[in-house]
């Protein structure tokens, strides 16, 4: 027989943070849910262990709460124990041959990123880190056929006080018609006189929501993209006004993307529970209805895109036991995931978007 006497709940006194050595401590105590002053709660322990590991900077394995009560008081002391692990991304391939010249992919991605001392030469060690922020640079070649440029920043605590991600983004590609079939090579001449090329930014934010619950998190992104064809036809089937196939001219896309997310996954990297839903509407202004001389006055009704576009993505991870005689954290899981997608249009006499399709 046991008999056990329940005591008030105990309250959170100190909580400390140790292992972390370029992560400044601000940017994981702001993601804890074990406050000085709150009450004692194991829910609170376990979530705050999430946010932790999506952090993606510290072994998801090796983050320990070490918690240690004090009878004498009510309280409990908490000490946070992570281990760094780089988390930054490179890629890296080349080639060349087959007539097309030189081709690559060069890109970076710094997911602990210092913006703010950028300028300081003590903490290019060797890049400032430890703010939370990302940065990523990317540059990729198909020789003379094919470029891109990519560069985007995000600060996920715009302000410092919630978590609002925000983030910008500026991009340039080009494909090109380059085989010059005179030459039986790619030529740089040849990619100058066919191409389509697309450059743009975009700018977007996103909150967490309180409700239905904390893990539900909306977004918004205004994007603009420029399109220059030259000789290039995207699709055979887009013709003007006189019945031509469009091959000349810009088209842009102006539009605002909406984005709903619940994502309960405990680990980013190797989730063992939980579940992620996204359901996204994409949409530009709908020109064609608003200026009733859309068509009489426009050769190329294609000067300004117009279309909406729905997304939804599901996945859901199962849990379903170990495996005989293993490790007890080794843990089969079932993934299972749902996609959908579906683009419109405003205006029936119009052709679906040549630039969004899927």
Do not use: C
Request: charged residues 25%; without cysteine; hydrophobic residues 30%.
């Amino acid at each position: 027989e046991i008999r056990v006497m329940e005591g008030p709940q105990a309250t959170y006194k100190n909580i400390k943070i140790t292992g972390n050595e370029k992560t400044k401590e601000y940017v994981i105590r702001r993601e804890l849910r074990t406050m000085p002053g709150d009450k004692f709660s194991r829910s609170d322990v376990i979530r705050s262990q999430r946010e932790i590991a999506n952090l993606g900077y510290f072994n998801q394995e090796k983050i320990t709460p070490n918690i240690v009560p004090n009878p004498e008081d009510g309280t409990v002391d908490i000490t946070w124990s992570v281990e760094e692990k780089s988390s930054d991304q490179l890629e890296l391939s080349a080639g060349f041959g087959g007539g097309i010249g030189l081709t690559g992919t060069l890109g970076v991605s710094f997911n602990n990123f210092s913006i703010k001392n950028i300028f300081s030469k003590k903490a290019w060690d060797p890049l400032p880190t430890g703010d939370g922020q990302k940065l990523s640079l990317r540059v990729q070649s198909n020789g003379r056929a094919y470029r891109s440029y990519n560069i985007s920043f995000t600060e996920p605590w715009l302000g410092g006080k919630h978590r609002n991600a925000f983030t910008v983004s500026f991009f340039d590609t080009k494909y090109a018609n380059a085989y010059d079939p005179t030459t039986g090579t790619y030529t740089k001449q040849a990619g100058d006189t066919s191409y389509f090329r697309t450059t743009g930014a975009s700018v977007g934010l996103a909150k967490q929501l309180k409700w239905p619950d904390d893990y539900f998190s909306l977004g918004f992104t205004l994007s603009y993209a420029r399109y220059k064809l030259k000789n290039y036809a995207i699709d055979q089937n887009l013709r003007l006004a006189d019945g031509t196939i469009w091959r000349n001219g810009y088209s842009n896309n102006l539009n605002l993307k909406i984005a709903l997310q619940r994502s309960s996954v405990d680990q980013p990297i190797f989730p063992r529970s939980g579940s992620n839903f996204l359901a996204s509407v994409q949409v530009t202004p709908p020109y064609s209805l608003i200026n009733s001389n859309f068509f009489k006055n426009n050769e190329n009704p294609y000067t300004w895109i117009e279309y909406h576009k729905w997304r939804f993505t599901g996945e859901w991870y199962v849990p379903i036991g170990r495996p005989h005689g293993e490790d007890r954290n080794k843990q089969f899981v079932l993934k299972a995931s749902a996609k959908y997608g579906f683009i419109g249009r405003y205006d029936s006499r119009l052709q679906i978007s040549p630039f969004e399709r899927f």
